[in-house]
């Protein structure tokens, strides 16, 4: 028999959640079995897969020993502990980071398997402070709650607890975070500021989507991207863009399908120039984030309600053909 207590990081959950992060190795179907046949309890009662845990409570197991991480075997302190994080922080607090990605660097491990992601390093990052320890918490790990394409820079939100994770991840379904992006685009649009409506559909093979306008097919979900022209030169112009929705690739392919393709987008528009000039990314930036948590909300991060946060101009590397002729 194994017990495991619940602690902070681990509590606010369903038990069967809780197991299957807990004992990854251990089948779902197995899971509820056992919970049926009470090999699974709850402070040593029959317990249920539904039943929200609380921190203290135990959780007894009369599994056998193969569906357990064997003692020390997992090495993930170890493994941190050799890890030189390189993050760019704009903020910091006991709950939460905010971060300025680089183009070209994951937000989690990629198909290939390539390790080196943003979430490695914010891990290595609070483990090396001593604010995370792998093996105080069953089912947590600090985690980003949005993510943005490889190629594409500008602020993530990681949480350092559960409690800061669930309410990021329940503020975003909701809109109240506002994101503000900024993207230097070919050719200047006609409208100085217009909010854009169509339909979205993803390819999933080709990792690309495509936007209609209307009669869109089967599957498709509706978009709306609000843009406004802050400075243009001859031949590009660079944008605010606010996303009304939040879907995949959406400002590259809404910005492409009105004839305004960005600027170094290999997938949306063609960048062979673009690539001879330098441009090996398209150019595209989270670089503004505002808390609008509603009035009188109240919880672990009500403290933020109302600030903005904005990435140092310095950092976006697309900037230059505008200088001296936009204000953020």
């Known amino acids: 028999m194994r017990e495991f207590t619940v602690k902070k990081n681990d509590a606010g959950q369903r038990l069967d959640k809780f197991l299957s992060k807990a004992l990854p190795s251990l089948p779902p179907a197995l899971l509820y079995k056992s919970i049926r046949l009470k090999k699974i309890k709850v402070n040593r009662h029959r317990a249920d897969g539904k039943q929200m845990l609380i921190e203290g409570d135990t959780v007894q197991l009369f599994l056998a020993e193969e569906f357990f991480p064997a003692e020390g075997a ?79 820079g500008g602020i993530v939100i990681a949480a350092k607890n559960a409690e800061a994770l669930r309410i990021m991840n329940e503020a975003i379904k909701n809109r109240e975070i506002d994101k503000f992006y900024l993207c230097a685009v070919h050719g200047v649009p006609k409208q100085k500021s217009a909010t854009l409506s169509g339909y979205l559909i993803k390819d999933s093979e080709r990792n690309t989507v495509r936007v209609f306008d209307k009669n869109p097919p089967k599957g498709a979900k509706d978009i709306k991207t609000r843009y406004r022209v802050l400075a243009f030169t001859n031949d590009l112009a660079l944008l605010e863009v606010e996303l009304l929705t939040g879907r995949t690739h959406q400002i590259r392919a809404h910005m492409a399908h009105i004839g305004h393709p960005l600027l170094g987008d290999g997938k949306y528009g063609v960048n062979r120039l673009d690539r001879a000039l330098g441009y090996k990314h398209q150019a595209l930036w989270s670089y503004r984030l505002r808390f609008s948590f509603p009035d009188g909300s109240d919880h672990l991060l009500s403290y933020l309600r109302g600030r903005e946060f904005t990435v140092p101009k310095e950092e976006i590397y697309f900037l230059s053909p505008f200088e001296g002729r936009y204000t953020l």
């Open 74 to 152: 997992s090495g993930k302190g170890a493994a941190l502990g050799s890890i030189k994080p390189s993050l760019s922080i704009l903020y910091e607090d006991e709950n939460i980071l905010l971060l300025c990605k680089r183009p070209g660097i994951c937000v989690h491990e990629d198909a290939e398997g390539n390790e080196n992601s943003l979430i490695l390093h914010v891990k290595a990052y609070l483990y090396q402070k001593g604010e995370y320890a792998p093996d105080d918490s069953l089912s947590f790990a600090p985690a980003l709650c949005n993510r943005i394409d490889r190629n594409t």
